[in-house]
C-alpha cells in the first residue's frame, strides 16, 4: 500500500475570497432585509441555526461577532476579527444579512 500525499500550493494562511455580497448592499432582497430589520432575534436565531451554533449565542457578547468570524474564516473570505467586531457592532443588521447571503450563495 502507497499513501500519497499531496502538498498544498501557494500561501496555505491567506483568504482569497470576498464576500459575496458587500455589507452596504444587504437590502436587495426587500424580504431578507424586512426580517431582519424588524425582528433581529427572529432572524439571528434563524442565522445561528443554520450554521449548528447555539440559539442563545447571538445574544452573548461577542457571540456573533464570533459567527462572523466562523462564517468567513470557514470560507476562507478576506479580513479579520477586528472587522468582524466593528461590522457586528456598528451595522448588525447589515453583517447578519451578509452572512445570511453569504450561506444561500455557498448553499448551506
Known sequence: MVTV???PTGNVWSFENEWNTAVCGCCYDVGTCCYAHWCF???????????NECLCTWCLPGGNT???TKIRTGFRIQGGVGGDALIMCCLPCCGAIQM?????FQGL
Open 66 to 68: 464570533g459567527l462572523r
Open 41 to 51: 432575534p427572529c432572524f439571528m436565531c434563524r442565522l445561528h441555526s443554520r450554521t
Open 100 to 104: 445570511y447571503n453569504e450561506l444561500d
Open 5 to 7: 500525499q499531496t502538498q
